[in-house]
């Protein structure tokens, strides 16, 4: 993306983007590929109000309350989808751990745990959080294997918008993931 683009994209930014053609997967309809010589560009962005028009309502998400849903279940929804952004009704707060874990080898290392819930059409959701920039802004440290979690509240959690995505299989499920967060933009102080 930043060799495209010559710098990192942020969220809400405009990109005219070369794609090749749609790659439909099974489990991920949304799929294109991109053409592997083109260039980016950024043609302005999208502003915390412009958000309600790319807001998803989808009539559920991805089964409920667990953090997974077995191999294939996207392609037995009405309409298959492994991609949204989504206004919940609910976001819990973001809790942040970390693990001693062994690998396949029996090495030891730590595994660092974010996780949140949200309530989307009545229904409980647990995802797994990826978006870098929501570590940046709310635990820029992840505690140790000794420390305790973290539990941290969101600033405007009823006004943020969530993209979230279901993971290619892996061991035979689809993880749900917090891709990124969308909040309002910060009051200036006087």
Known sequence: MIRALGCEPHLLEI???????????????????LFSSGTWKSVGSFTFSDLPKLIDEPDGLWGSYLRYVEAGFP?????????????PESIASLRIWTEQTIDAQGRHYDRHRRRITLKYRDAF????????????????????????????????????AVCVSLTPVWQGRHYKIAAAFIEPPQEAKS
Do not use: C
């Open 125 to 160: 959701h647990e995802f797994d959080i990826t978006d870098p920039e929501l570590q940046k802004r709310y635990y820029p440290k992840l505690p140790a294997t000794h420390e305790p979690s973290l539990s941290i509240v969101m600033r405007a959690p009823q006004q943020t």
């Open 75 to 87: 392609q037995r929804m009405s309409q298959p989808a492994s991609l949204y952004l989504i206004q």
């Open 15 to 33: 990109l005219e983007v070369p794609f090749e053609r749609p790659v439909p997967q099974p489990d991920q309809p949304e799929n294109w590929l």
